[in-house]
């Protein structure tokens, strides 16, 4: 899966450099709580927004020899993948009738996490349509403790058989996320898939088997589709061989009391699963602890203490900060705002506004008429110093670092991590950022931010890109 080295006009983190020059240039360490270590030898691809994320993601399916598995969290019912592919179940059922191993795991809400989002919970409408349909791929329904949600969304192509590719991040199956920031959509959302090939696919594999086996409603009448609930998969026995340049590792938040085999991945470590897992959020505080010069973080929630606090102290020691947010925050946002119980998370925020070097942003495009129409931020992303970056499914809020099940995948590769840079800031500040390193293109986002706040406090809707500066102090309010 040999592709062309990462540069500043695409969406990909591909790199030129070799292993050895990687190992070198590494300072973000990698955490050590969960199965997966750190692997080398991955070839690695940012998926910018959702129309390129899942024509690519299509074009794998289509181009698959043995299986198709993925993870379900939201999906709403009038979604279509693009270019005709047509809904999820035509994409599963054109590929199990082609002979392949499909299989789904399905988040089934409880009542208490019912009010997220549109799920697929295997209702006996939604089993009634399978049956109409005819279809032949395996589902499995897997709930979470409590009010917690199955948040993970991966996708694995061809799992365990040469070519083995797998796909990590945060977009739904929603119509609106194939709407393009900035390109005349009235209703927009901005997120970010990363494709990995290479040894780091296999831990997404071994997750995979982790859950279906022990999916809570496998023994459940209506807890299975295609196939009795005693089927269970074997753990992969061996990593997929090196596919690219790239040092990987595969983290995950996952629920204490939930699954119980912690059967190790490949030259990975036997852990207590049932103790549950947080390396997503030990990865954050080593990687945001150990920055030099930079983070650039896109998440949808307004970070917890635990991680402001950390990201004021890095402020204080001289690094440059840039947050990208929904600039219309969510009502639970706005809800926790006015609760007192929440008080220290609006409280750290409103810290990092004192900081020079810090910037709350978010993003408007233009639509057809010419006004500006903000762009809901759901990426769950964090670039540090050019070198690393993180992207996932975990949003920096207690019930994703630690309640819900996530899946992120952290990437040690400074030329791929600056080609996703300048993609990201191509996109959003309406110019490349190629010629300037990481400090420059953060203060470069601070000055249009602060500039097309201004003119959009004044009406005008002709500045530049998307980015304008938001007000830390009353974000929320």
């Not at 840039?322 to 705002?337: G, I, M």
Request: net charge neutral; hydrophobic share 40%; glycine share 10%.
């Amino acid at each position: 899966m040999a592709r062309p080295a990462g540069n500043c006009d695409r969406h990909g983190m591909n790199s030129s450099q070799g292993p050895d020059k990687i190992s070198n240039e590494h300072h973000i360490p990698a955490t050590v709580s969960g199965p997966y270590p750190p692997r080398a030898g991955n070839d690695v691809r940012a998926l910018v927004d959702g129309l390129p994320a899942f024509r690519r993601i299509c074009a794998a399916i289509a181009a698959a020899r043995h299986s198709i598995w993925l993870t379900v969290a939201f999906i709403a019912p009038d979604f279509r993948m693009p270019d005709g592919q047509g809904s999820l179940f035509d994409v599963l059922d054109r590929a199990a009738a082609r002979g392949l191993d499909v299989r789904v795991i399905f988040w089934r809400p409880r009542a208490e996490s019912s009010g997220y989002g549109k799920t697929f919970a295997g209702t006996p409408a939604e089993r009634a349509m399978l049956a109409a349909r005819a279809s032949r791929f395996r589902a499995r329904w897997d709930r979470a403790p409590g009010a917690a949600c199955q948040h993970q969304k991966t996708w694995l192509v061809d799992a365990g058989h040469p070519g083995e590719i797998a796909f990590i991040g945060g977009i739904n199956l929603n119509p609106r996320a194939l709407v393009a920031p900035g390109h005349g959509g009235e209703i927009e959302i901005h997120d970010v898939y990363v494709e990995v090939a290479g040894p780091a696919a296999t831990d997404v594999h071994h997750n995979f088997v982790q859950r279906w086996n022990e999916a809570s409603e496998r023994a459940a009448a209506d807890g299975v589709w295609g196939h009795d609930g005693a089927d269970t998969m074997a753990f992969p026995g061996r990593l997929s061989p090196p596919a690219g340049p790239s040092l990987v590792q595969i983290q995950r938040t996952i629920p204490a009391g939930h699954y119980s085999n912690g059967h190790p991945p490949p030259l990975g470590h036997r852990t207590d699963i049932a103790a549950g897992e947080q390396s997503i959020f030990e990865q954050y505080r080593l990687a945001i602890d150990a920055a030099r010069s930079t983070i650039y973080i896109e998440n949808q929630a307004v970070p917890v203490p635990q991680i402001t606090a950390r990201l004021e102290a890095a402020l204080r020691r001289g690094v440059d900060i840039v947050l990208l947010v929904p600039a219309d925050p969510d009502e639970h946002v706005r809800a926790a705002r006015r609760h007192h119980d929440h008080r220290a998370r609006f409280e750290g925020l409103t810290a990092l506004g004192h900081h020079e070097n810090f910037m709350l942003a978010g993003i408007a495009g233009r639509t057809a008429q010419g006004r500006r129409c903000n762009v809901y931020v759901h990426g769950k992303i964090m670039l540090v110093d050019d070198a690393w970056a993180t992207i996932g499914s975990c949003n920096l809020h207690a019930n994703s670092l630690f309640a819900h099940s996530e899946m992120n995948a952290s990437i040690h590769d400074p030329a791929g991590v600056r080609a996703l840079r300048c993609a990201l800031l191509g996109e959003h500040l309406g110019r490349d950022t190629g010629d300037l390193d990481d400090r420059g293109a953060l203060a470069c986002y601070r000055r249009t931010a602060r500039l097309n706040r201004s003119r959009r406090d004044d009406g005008d809707h002709d500045w530049q890109g998307l980015a304008f500066r938001l007000d830390p102090a009353t974000y929320g309010a």
